[in-house]
């Protein structure tokens, strides 16, 4: 929203005396430190110490298992302590929100404060104290724009109020499972530093008795204080968690409130209370007398002077915009004349690139065509050698006669001119398949 500021006149738009209200630090919902740290860790200390005297329960397990015990009680009944207050402290401002009117923003748009003001003063809860610092920032300044930043710095403020509520009991359940670990480190190192007297006394009986005896009450100190640090945090860990989930979604059902609030001063950044027709007309006449009184000119003769001073001072627009019409022309122009070189080079690339492809596939068709009339020939050559092999075939076998010997004689020398054929067919073969692959 634009800011409104305050009337010429200085008269803020007040309807009603608003208290002025200090949120102070925030911690509204935060227990007191020593209300919770005292008490709880007073408790757990007594705690320990009721289970002293030997007949106790709990006595060895509290009292014979090292000095974490006894701080692991005290952490934990502050814990405890800061739970059970911050849990009635959430309930007790839940039951005030849920008893505070909910139609605040209707009163607020009637232009009624007074009653708002006496409702917020009355319900002594966190809604009501923001409202009233709502109010109050309303009718000191009237502006929409300090209404909205004072509500956004008090939602921050509430919310860095709850984390830091929260750090400390943290810190301490983060500590309790330390103190467990410190624990089992005493008790381990105690028992393994009992092994040296188990060993030195491996032939007395009673002095290996004696040193079992303390190397098992090191494991014993070993596994209760890690046992009681474990307990302590698992039991406290969830119902801390939800008070943490509670506070949140409260401070999230006031701030939406709030916002409502807001909304209802201020729904369009208008830095007035509506409060009818004839208000409205009588803030309007005030305003203008409260200019007149500090120009010395009616309303009407400041506008006049106003539109004036644009008309002389101001360029016209068609001034403006006849330069940025050309520069743009121009820099079309010269964006063209720059792209024509490298449009004219795509262009040749790509009719030459069509034209390798149709000489290659003129090529190949007659590459192919060679192909297939040199694979015809050795065909026939094939076909014109088979009768010969045939005839030697059957003039190697047996007792030869004189005209059968010139007829191998004969059959040989057909067989090396169809062997010579050949060649020649597959010599013309060679040139062409080397012309092929060398282009490719």
């Known amino acids: 929203m634009v800011a409104n500021f305050l009337p010429l006149t200085q008269t803020a738009p007040t309807a009603g005396a608003v208290p002025s209200v200090n949120l102070g630090l925030g911690n509204d919902l935060d227990p007191q430190f020593k209300r919770w740290a005292v008490p709880g860790g007073i408790g757990g200390f007594l705690l320990w ?17 090292g000095p974490t015990q006894v701080f692991v009680l ?112 005493i008790g381990m190192s105690s028992a393994v530093g009992s092994f040296d007297a188990v060993l030195s006394n491996a032939d007395n009986v009673d002095g290996l008795k004696n040193g079992l005896t303390k190397v098992t009450s090191g494991l014993g100190t070993a596994f209760d204080t890690t046992y009681l640090a474990l307990v302590v945090s698992v039991i406290f860990t969830f119902p801390l968690n939800a008070c943490e989930r509670l506070e949140d979604r409260l401070l999230s059902q006031i701030d939406g409130q709030v916002r ?77 004349e720059k792209l024509a070189p490298l449009t004219n080079l795509v262009r040749d690339s790509v009719e030459g690139v069509a034209e390798a492809r149709l000489s290659l596939q003129d090529q190949a068709d007659v590459i192919r065509g060679s192909m297939d009339g040199l694979s015809q020939e050795l065909n026939q050559s094939l076909q014109a050698l088979e009768p010969v ?34 060649n020649a067919s597959v010599a013309r073969l060679e040139p062409a398949r080397r012309r092929w692959w060398g282009r490719g």
Do not use: C
């Not at 110490?49 to 298992?65: G, K, Y």
């Open 260 to 336: 409502e609030a807001v909304m209802a001063l201020s729904p369009t950044g208008d830095g007035e209370i509506p409060d009818g027709p004839a208000g409205s007309g009588a803030r309007n006449q005030a305003k203008s007398e409260a200019l007149e009184q500090l120009t010395g000119l009616a309303s009407d003769d400041l506008g006049a002077l106003i539109s004036d001073a644009f008309e002389k001072h101001l360029p016209d627009p068609s001034v403006l915009v006849e330069p940025a019409q050309a520069y743009a022309d121009q820099l079309t122009q010269a964006t063209l």
């Open 74 to 185: 005290v952490m934990g009944g502050m814990l405890m302590a800061f739970i059970i207050n911050k849990w009635r402290l959430l309930q007790r401002e839940k039951k005030a929100y849920l008893a505070f009117d909910l139609s605040i923003a209707q009163a607020i748009r009637s232009g009624d404060l007074t009653a708002v003001t006496n409702q917020a003063e009355r319900s002594a809860s966190l809604v009501g104290k923001r409202l009233l610092r709502l109010l109050d920032v309303w009718s000191s300044t009237g502006s929409s724009f300090q209404l909205e930043r004072s509500a956004d710095s008090d939602v921050e403020l509430y919310e860095l109020s709850s984390q830091s509520s929260f750090s400390l009991p943290k810190v301490l359940l983060w500590a309790i499972p330390l103190l467990g670990f410190i624990g089992t480190v």
């Open 389 to 422: 092999l045939t005839r030697l075939e059957r003039l190697s076998t047996g007792t030869y006669t004189e005209a059968e010997r010139i007829d191998q004689v004969q059959a040989l020398v057909e067989l090396r001119r169809s062997i010579e054929t050949l």
């Open 49 to 65: 110490a009721i289970a002293t005297p030997s007949a106790m329960p709990f006595h060895e397990f509290l009292h014979q298992r």
